[in-house]
């Protein structure tokens, strides 16, 4: 089964690594979001593809969520030496894969193929894709009208504005990677990760003939809540969904995927909360999808697998 995730974030890259343990090898693709690179001591930093490789290779620092376990930061403490803000943290390893991306990028790659030279050198026999090769940034205006870009929102400022508006810049001459047409036109599945859906899935979804790709594509449709019980288990999406007017549940996750999805995935805890759902045009499944260890994550891969022979087989 050729499977695809649409991810982003720590939630996208669990469930990349349970999709990764059940799967045979070079079965699955990662179409991941671009939107939240940025720019640090010359470098292209990708945030969420970085996370979702050192997830897959076993490099992870699980209990910060990002960067490598064990990291070092002696360069970071340099470059605080002469005067650059300090604030974005890159450990030694970290910086390793920048500089590496780097060089190939500048010696001709797009970024989804150094991205897949640097994850064969990992041992990472799934397939990572950028969303697209293009440039496009997220940027968020805050309650105060001010407009920062996302790393500064994120990172710096903790999360602690209330955002009411979230803006793709560059996103209208973006185009899809080749590789992530590809892999939509040959799947057998495509799961939309539990990500947060208005900054990791959504920039995804933006892009010019993505989303158009992913309907077109014959391939059986999943979406996961990464709400659970009203509230993201990490980040802002919570907060986020409901400062721009959506309904912080399963339900106003759903909603946005109205149309994309054949059959939407709430955990334990939101049953009551399928017809609701179903109203939108999608059947829906309760599986536990908080994945807390290992098994939590091949588990709940194994599930949707299960879903769609079902789904097949109606």
Request: proline content about 4%; hydrophobic content about 45%.
């Amino acid at each position: 089964m050729k499977v695809v995730l649409l991810a982003g974030g720590t939630g996208g890259a669990k469930l990349a690594h349970g999709l990764q343990m059940v799967l045979p090898p070079g079965d699955l693709t990662v179409i991941v979001n671009v939107a939240d690179d940025t720019e640090r001591f010359g470098l292209l930093v990708c945030p969420d593809l970085d996370t979702i490789l050192y997830t897959l290779s076993g490099l992870a620092d699980r209990e910060q969520g990002w960067g490598v376990a064990g990291d070092t930061s002696s360069a970071l403490a340099m470059f605080e030496r002469y005067g650059e803000e300090a604030w974005f943290r890159i450990g030694d390893a970290d910086l390793a894969t920048l500089v590496h991306r780097d060089r190939l990028m500048r010696e001709g790659s797009s970024l989804t193929d150094a991205t897949a030279a640097t994850a064969a050198a990992l041992g990472i026999a799934t397939h990572l894709v950028a969303a697209t090769d293009d440039r496009m940034r997220t940027w968020i205006q805050t309650d105060s009208g001010e407009e920062i870009d996302f790393q500064e929102y994120f990172v710096h400022r903790g999360q602690q504005e209330i955002v009411r508006a979230v803006r793709f810049d560059g996103v209208e001459a973006t185009h899809p990677s080749q590789a992530a047409l590809d892999a939509l036109a040959t799947a057998d599945l495509v799961v939309i990760g539990p990500s947060n859906p208005i900054v990791s899935i959504g920039p995804i979804l933006a892009i010019p003939g993505l989303r158009e790709a992913l309907v077109a594509s014959s391939a059986q449709r999943i979406g996961v809540s990464g709400i659970v019980g009203g509230r993201a288990l990490r980040g802002p999406a919570d907060r986020m969904l409901a400062s721009l007017g959506h309904e912080s549940s399963a339900v106003g996750v759903a909603r946005l995927y109205a149309g994309l999805v054949e059959r939407f995935v709430v955990d334990e805890v939101d049953a009551g909360l399928a017809p609701a759902i179903e109203a939108l045009g999608m059947s829906v499944s309760v599986l536990p999808t908080v994945m807390v260890s290992d098994d939590d994550r091949a588990r709940l891969a194994a599930a949707l697998l299960e879903l769609v022979e079902g789904m097949l087989g109606e």
